[in-house]
């Protein structure tokens, strides 16, 4: 089983609509999440972190954490072809460690 | 805020040569930076993480004489490929982690290009 677990895609949505993305974990102990928009050819850039059960905003994103379910969450409203990308899951303190472990990425695809 | 920098964006080298990167976190201190390695369309892969004032961790699979890290400050680590040969060409990442806020940030890259 993969440490956490994202599906690949590529998730396509239309302009305006809600992008849904999702991530599963396999360590009950990780206390930290993260995601991450990488566009192609450049480096992740962080745009939400969220620590506890719930939902987290941010402008047009929501982080959603259920550490029961050991599911994390992200949704963005209003789509925007900008927002088209890869989404990149991170979680943090793996068998107490420090370092993040990433899902392979979601393909977000935003169409106008 | 939470600005990390890489140096050099870009750099193409001949085989057998030796490259070294520079990653610095430039408004916070980082005791910690991670070193990763991204080829076309896959993933990220963590290749060490590096401490300040102590040696580098490397990830399984990972030769740390060929990968040399070095973190002489909090604001600073440098990673040097060292005898680079064409399958080292990719796309390098460091990200630092800042400490206050729990949260790890990258830099914009370097893509090594070796001929």
């Known amino acids: 089983q993969k440490e956490v677990e994202q599906n690949s895609g590529p998730l396509s949505v239309p302009e305006g609509a809600i992008a849904s993305l999702n991530c599963t974990y396999s360590d009950r102990v990780s206390q930290s999440f993260f995601w991450y928009r990488q566009y192609s050819g450049k480096s992740p850039e962080l745009i939400m972190s969220i620590y506890s059960n719930g939902d987290k905003e941010d402008g047009r994103f929501t982080a959603q954490l259920n550490k029961a379910s050991q599911y994390v969450s992200l949704l963005i409203r209003d789509s925007q072809p900008s927002d088209s990308a890869t989404y990149l899951c991170?979680?943090?303190?793996f068998g107490g460690g420090n370092k993040l472990v990433f899902g392979a990425g979601t393909i977000l695809r935003v169409k106008s | 805020g939470a600005v990390v920098s890489q140096h050099p964006s870009w750099v193409i080298c001949k085989s057998g040569t030796s490259v070294k990167i520079e990653c610095r976190s430039l408004d916070f201190q980082a005791t910690t930076m991670f070193w990763y390695r991204q080829f076309p369309k896959q993933s990220l892969m963590l290749m060490a993480t590096s401490n300040e004032g102590s040696k580098a961790t490397y990830e399984q699979g990972v030769e740390k004489d060929k990968f040399l890290i070095n973190h002489a400050s909090l604001t600073l680590s440098t990673l040097t490929v060292t005898s680079a040969h064409p399958e080292d060409s990719s796309f390098y990442i460091c990200?630092?982690?800042?400490?206050?806020?729990?949260?790890?940030?990258f830099g914009p890259g370097t893509r090594l290009t070796v001929l």
């Open positions: 990200s630092a982690r800042d400490g206050l806020v729990n949260e790890q940030f």
């Open positions: 991170a979680v943090n303190g």
